[in-house]
C-alpha cells in the first residue's frame, strides 16, 4: 500500500467522503499464484517469485488498495505450525494444518510458542525483511501486522468440529485454549510491528466466529478478539470473517473494530445497519459467483446493484464478500474498479 492509498484509508476509516470511492480488495495465496502464473508451492517456496506476484498486481492495478499489501503469509499453516502442527502441501492447492489437540485436557495444556523461533513465524519476517527494499522501492510499505484469529487457529489445532462442542461441552478447557492462543497472538502481531515501523494496522481473520451465537460469540470471540486487536497502538484495526457477519457486527465497536469485511449474504444496507456508523465496511460483490464466474458485464451489473443499495457512501471501500478466489480475471477486476469510479 502506497501512501496516497494508507492517507485515504486512514480518511475513509475517519467518516469523511472520499472520491472516487476507493477500490480495495484482500488477495493472497488462493488468488495472487494462479493470476501471476505460477504455482502456489512455489507461490510459497520462493521469496523471488512471492515479490514478483505481488509487485504485478500492485503495478497492473494501481487504483487498488490491496489489503493487507504484501502478505507475508503459508496458507491457513502460518500461525499453527508455532503450535507443533503438521503442515502439508501441494503443487497447486492450499496446504493443510493437521489438527494435534486430541482431547479436552490437552487443550487445555496447550503451552505457548515462541514467535522468535517456532514454525513457519521467522521465515514470514525474514520473507518481509529481505522484500522490503524492493517493496520501497516501489512506492509502497508494509502496513499490517497480519495473523489468523483466535478461534480460527484454535480450530486447526483441536478440528473444527471439536472446537465447536467444546463451546458447549468444555468450556473452562476451550477457554484456557484461546488464552494461549490470544496471548501468542498478541506477541506476533507485536514482533511484525516491532519489525518494521511502517505498521500501523492490525488485521485479524477468523470465520469460526461466524459458526457461532450471539451468546457464545460474546462470551467466546469477543473478549480474545478484543485482547488481539489492542497488542499495540494502531489506525487502523481490520477485521474479515466472512461467514455469519451479523453475530459479531453488533460488537465490533466494542472489540476495536474500524473496519470490516464480511460475507457477501449481507448487504451493505444491512451490515451499516447492524454495526453501526463508525465501522467501515469492505465488501460486498459475490466474490465466486461474479467476481470470478461472471462476464465482466455482471461484474458491472452487480457493482451498481451494491452501491444502490447503501445512500450514504463514507466509511465504505468498495470490494467483494471476502478474498478475492481463485480464477478472478484481470477483465473482471478493470470492470469492477471502472464501474466504481463511474458510480463514485
Same mark, same amino acid.
Not at 463508525?278 to 446493484?305: C, H, I
Given at each position: 500500500?502506497?501512501?496516497?492509498?494508507?492517507?485515504?484509508?486512514?480518511?475513509?476509516?475517519?467518516?469523511?467522503?472520499?472520491?472516487?470511492?476507493?477500490?480495495?480488495?484482500?488477495?493472497?495465496?488462493?488468488?495472487?499464484?494462479?493470476?501471476?502464473?505460477?504455482?502456489?508451492?512455489?507461490?510459497?517456496?520462493?521469496?523471488?517469485?512471492?515479490?514478483?506476484?505481488?509487485?504485478?498486481?500492485?503495478?497492473?492495478?494501481?487504483?487498488?488498495?490491496?489489503?493487507?499489501?504484501?502478505?507475508?503469509?503459508?496458507?491457513?499453516?502460518?500461525?499453527?505450525?508455532?503450535?507443533?502442527?503438521?503442515?502439508?502441501?501441494?503443487?497447486?492447492?492450499?496446504?493443510?494444518?493437521?489438527?494435534?489437540?486430541?482431547?479436552?485436557?490437552?487443550?487445555?495444556?496447550?503451552?505457548?510458542?515462541?514467535?522468535?523461533?517456532?514454525?513457519?513465524?521467522?521465515?514470514?519476517?525474514?520473507?518481509?525483511?529481505?522484500?522490503?527494499?524492493?517493496?520501497?522501492?516501489? $512506492?509502497?510499505?508494509?502496513?499490517? !501486522? *497480519? /495473523?489468523?484469529?483466535? %478461534?480460527?487457529? &484454535?480450530?486447526?489445532?483441536?478440528? +473444527?468440529?471439536?472446537?465447536?462442542?467444546?463451546?458447549?461441552?468444555?468450556?473452562?478447557?476451550?477457554?484456557?485454549?484461546?488464552?494461549?492462543?490470544?496471548?501468542?497472538?498478541?506477541?506476533?502481531?507485536?514482533?511484525?510491528?516491532?519489525?518494521?515501523?511502517?505498521?500501523?494496522?492490525?488485521?485479524?481473520?477468523?470465520?469460526?466466529?461466524?459458526?457461532? $451465537?450471539?451468546?457464545?460469540?460474546? !462470551? *467466546? /470471540?469477543?473478549?480474545? %478478539?478484543?485482547? &488481539?486487536?489492542?497488542?499495540?497502538? +494502531?489506525?487502523?484495526?481490520?477485521?474479515?470473517?466472512?461467514?455469519?457477519?451479523?453475530?459479531?457486527?453488533?460488537?465490533?465497536?466494542?472489540?476495536?473494530?474500524?473496519?470490516?469485511?464480511?460475507?457477501?449474504?449481507?448487504?451493505?444496507?444491512?451490515?451499516?445497519?447492524?454495526?453501526?456508523?463508525?465501522?467501515?465496511?469492505?465488501?460486498?460483490?459475490?466474490?465466486?459467483?461474479?467476481?470470478? !464466474?461472471?462476464?465482466?458485464?455482471?461484474?458491472?451489473?452487480?457493482?451498481?446493484?451494491?452501491?444502490?443499495?447503501?445512500?450514504?457512501?463514507?466509511?465504505?471501500?468498495?470490494?467483494?464478500?471476502?478474498?478475492?478466489?481463485?480464477?478472478?480475471?484481470?477483465?473482471?477486476?478493470?470492470?469492477?474498479?471502472?464501474?466504481?469510479?463511474?458510480?463514485?
Amino acid at each position: 500500500m502506497n501512501d496516497k492509498q494508507w492517507q485515504d484509508l486512514l480518511r475513509v476509516v475517519g467518516g469523511e467522503a472520499v472520491k472516487p470511492l476507493p477500490v480495495g480488495f484482500i488477495i493472497d495465496s488462493p488468488w495472487l499464484p494462479g493470476w501471476a502464473g505460477m504455482s502456489t508451492l512455489d507461490y510459497f517456496a520462493c521469496g523471488p517469485r512471492w515479490l514478483e506476484a505481488n509487485l504485478a498486481a500492485v503495478r497492473r492495478f494501481p487504483d487498488v488498495m490491496f489489503l493487507p499489501g504484501f502478505w507475508a503469509e503459508f496458507g491457513m499453516c502460518t500461525e499453527p505450525s508455532a503450535f507443533g502442527t503438521k503442515c502439508t502441501w501441494h503443487e497447486n492447492d492450499l496446504p493443510f494444518a493437521h489438527p494435534v489437540l486430541k482431547t479436552p485436557d490437552e487443550m487445555a495444556a496447550l503451552a505457548k510458542p515462541d514467535v522468535r523461533t517456532d514454525g513457519l513465524l521467522p521465515f514470514v519476517l525474514k520473507r518481509l525483511e529481505h522484500a522490503r527494499p524492493a517493496i520501497e522501492a516501489e $512506492g509502497h510499505a508494509i502496513r499490517f !501486522a *497480519v /495473523a489468523r484469529g483466535p %478461534l480460527n487457529i &484454535a480450530s486447526f489445532l483441536a478440528g +473444527s468440529t471439536e472446537f465447536l462442542m467444546a463451546v458447549k461441552t468444555n468450556p473452562q478447557e476451550l477457554h484456557a485454549m484461546l488464552g494461549v492462543i490470544t496471548d501468542f497472538l498478541c506477541d506476533w502481531l507485536r514482533a511484525q510491528a516491532a519489525a518494521f515501523p511502517t505498521i500501523q494496522g492490525i488485521f485479524l481473520l477468523d470465520d469460526l466466529v461466524g459458526f457461532l $451465537g450471539a451468546d457464545d460469540c460474546r !462470551a *467466546v /470471540a469477543a473478549p480474545y %478478539l478484543k485482547k &488481539a486487536f489492542h497488542a499495540f497502538d +494502531s489506525k487502523i484495526r481490520f477485521f474479515h470473517n466472512d461467514a455469519h457477519g451479523l453475530v459479531c457486527a453488533p460488537m465490533l465497536e466494542e472489540m476495536g473494530v474500524n473496519l470490516f469485511n464480511f460475507s457477501f449474504q449481507h448487504s451493505l444496507g444491512l451490515m451499516r445497519e447492524r454495526a453501526g456508523p463508525n465501522v467501515a465496511l469492505l465488501g460486498n460483490l459475490p466474490p465466486r459467483d461474479v467476481l470470478a !464466474a461472471g462476464t465482466p458485464e455482471d461484474v458491472r451489473k452487480g457493482v451498481r446493484a451494491m452501491l444502490d443499495g447503501l445512500p450514504d457512501k463514507r466509511r465504505l471501500i468498495v470490494s467483494c464478500g471476502g478474498g478475492i478466489p481463485p480464477g478472478v480475471s484481470t477483465e473482471n477486476i478493470e470492470a469492477f474498479v471502472k464501474t466504481v469510479q463511474e458510480c463514485g
